[in-house]
């Protein structure tokens, strides 16, 4: 998450949401790994963290989820996506 483009508590959302489709998917992984921490109790020293990381990690959730749908009924892409998610979250 590029701090610097965000001064204030506002996001210029569809910019954001435009840079997001632009990056691949292990940009887009890095970029909420980097929300992730942005929004922890350790990064904000135990305080709430500011609204502006918390919309840009809604964000890249919501662009993940734009990529890689569940499809499958029967469970068999869900459990395979859980998979894949866990490996990259060990590495």
């Not at 506002?10 to 997001?20: G, M, N, Q, S, T």
């Not at 809604?58 to 859980?82: I, L």
Request: with cysteine; aromatic share 8%.
């Amino acid at each position: 998450m590029d701090s610097t483009q965000f001064t204030s508590d506002e996001v210029d959302l569809e910019r954001y949401r435009a840079r997001l489709r632009q990056m691949t998917d292990e940009e887009l992984i890095r970029e909420g790994k980097t929300g992730r921490y942005l929004c922890s109790p350790t990064a904000n020293f135990g305080k709430p963290p500011r609204k502006v990381f918390v919309v840009q990690l809604e964000e890249v959730k919501a662009e993940w989820r734009r990529r890689h749908p569940k499809t499958d009924n029967d469970g068999s892409a869900t459990s395979k996506r859980r998979c894949e998610l866990a490996w990259r979250r060990g590495h």
